[in-house]
């Protein structure tokens, strides 16, 4: 229960704030109130740090009364919302976007001029909270925006990480962590409230007792954290809409204090401090390779706790019917770090309520979707019933009684088909005893979701075939969307301007629209137009790699980018042994430097800190760059860029300046990938596999615009099926086996064998994914791309048509899919 009361009232119950279009005195007025008032220093003593705030601050203000109207019209007209639950959110950096949201972009820039202040300045202070790892957290940054910017009802709930995502540093070429200390000066964009905190409990034990003659089972915790709200504000895109991210931070319940000082024990009252903080102390740095972790699932008990109770408790108007939930709201599940969500809704509604289950169990039923980000086995969270147990007693009565009753569902349809049975069970026996939160979030969801097209009719045949047989109706597709707000108007300003002359300025909110470059792209002066904006990029590109880290991009540099997460199914190392083979045959003297395409290849990858092949592969990429380099015979031909701790604010930059999209993975193991879509619509084309959406991307852009190589996924599996024997690749192939033998000979490792041994080894006797068999085909690729790359205005017409096709990956229209398909839900009305 809150702890305010909600309804008080006077006139100007929302204070007559500033709200745009305004002028440059008025936002020059509030800037300086709120240096002197908030920052407490005047302008002429303040530091680029007290700016950056006030700047912020009056950001901020403008946004301020669409916020409070939102929340006001939110409560009074009770439509259906969407909670998103993620234990991720990439957000990037928020002052751009909140001043392009609130048309507020010129006016900011003109008011910091009048005060003297260069606005760049201002930008470069502030630090983006990364608070994801990847495409999954980034993905719940591009819905929330577009769900802000459709004016649909949505609030965001996560974890308000004390430290985000690893700052990647390179020591001699190795990967080193520092950490990510995000709040150090502190963080203009959010509202604590300290007073609205929850008690989330955990551990314990469970006892049964009688009710009035049924025997129930209660839940009798043994500690507690409380959570606390921390709001975000989400604008949309010129339409006064403001939504709401709630991410929560944990620290220890006074009472726990209080009777640790009581007792004179100050040791442990500050013991429990540190423990019940480090909750939200830090953003597991595991992309797609959950550790089961106990600290994990207490995070994400942690926020689902929260999150749950805040909507029941404090959105939900007092007294509301709970049997009518489902006409307020849907949770949905981003991947399985929130399943936890399911048996804790259980639990509220059987134990706290009184709610019967069967009904309890319809109405979760109802109440919850789940969407479902990978393919690959090892990503799927399992938690061991004995750490379960042991966290979550009840919770894990709960989900026994969920599996035994959907598997008495079970052998009603299917019969006792013990094999089907124990596939199916939620429970699974080995090698230990555990849960298994796809399964549980199958069963629970009203729909079950995959990201692609593939992805999802894979998810449907190969991960949950039994599921898909058993719930025919439940499974469906949403393919994956980006921001054009962050990803084209932000990024891309300069591309932004040629649009909007071209087609009009609907297109940020209309996606769809760039069809209408189709005909430009047959237009020599627009070619002409589109081509200088993307030699212009490279050069704020070299600009901003120079700043960062004396990095220098050549002009008429084919920019070839691959920036993701470093993982093997991605395959970084495909891209290097392309590198590694240009680079050896001129070397061997078998082609001439001058021969080659001139070629500037950029990568950006974070490796998990415990994932050893990863980092090795980042040292050898970085290894090849050093000897490429160096090379003078290479000079002004060939260059490796490797910048380190790629995250939002460099992908801003690198994704507008690219030539070539690297979308490599091993075909059906990326589940969607949305660096895919940002390239395309940044007039990149792309090499790639028959994987993720580069399916639909390359249906959108047509053969002729897109670089198409390796196996399709049914040719991966007859592989696998006849006997994948990685060696006769290399055997066979004298281009590949010349550039593994350059590799381990030393070459760039200065002579020393041992150090990327482990890879080369990987690779000949192992390969999981594939990499030797598809080589053949991607140097072929490649050399179709240096042959495209020739004919300069042809390959920009292609880029133009890649824009023009790839409106259907605006986040927008992902959004629409999720309303229709999953959660109808009616935009608010204006
Ligand atoms: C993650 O970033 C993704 C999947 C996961 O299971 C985890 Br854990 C983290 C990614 C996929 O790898 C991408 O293919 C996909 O585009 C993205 O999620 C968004 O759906």
Redesign the pocket.
Known sequence: TPTQPRAATHPLAIAPVPSPPSSVDGFVKQFLLNLNFDRGVALSESSVTDQYFALAYTVRDYLMARWLEDQKRQRDTQAKGVCYLSAEYLLGRQLDNNLLASRLTDVASEAMAQCGIDIEALRAEEVEPGLG?????R?AACFIDSLATMSVPNIGYGIRYEYGIFRQTFVDGQQVEQPDAWLTYGNPWEFPHPEAAQTIWFGGYTETYDDGGVTRSRWIPGWSVVAVPYNYMVPGYHNGRVNTLRLWSAGATSSFDLREFNSGDYQEAVRAQVFAENISKVLYPE??TPQGKELRLQQQYFFCAASIRDFLDNVLPEGFDLERLPERVIFQLN?THPVIAVPEFMRILVDERGMEWDAAWALTQQCFAYTC??LLPE?LEVWSVDLLGRLLPRHLEIIYRINEEFLLEVREKFGDDEMRIRNMSIISEFPQRSVRMAYLATVAGAKVNG?AELHSQLLRDKVLPDFSEFYPDKFTNVT?GVTPRRFIRLANPALADLITEALGAGWTVDLERLRGLEAHAEDPEFRARFAEVKAANKRRLSEVLWHRDRFEVSDGHLLDVMVKRLHEYKRQMLKLLHIVTLYERVASGRVAASDLTPRTFIFGAKAAPGYDMAKRIIHLINSVGSVVNADPVLEGRLKVLFPPNYNVTLAERVIPAADLSEQISLAGK?????GNMKFALNGALTIGTDD?ANVEIRELVGDDNFFLFGQTEPEVEALWARGYRPAEFYRENDDLRRAMDLIASGAFSGGDRSVFEPIMSNLLYDDRFMVLADYASYIDAQERVDAAYQDQDAWTRSAILNVARCGFFSSDRSMRDYIDRIWHTPPAPA
């Open positions: 790892n990847g495409g999954l957290g993905l992309d797609s991947d980000h990978t990503a990201v994956n990326e589940a969607s990938g949305t993720g």
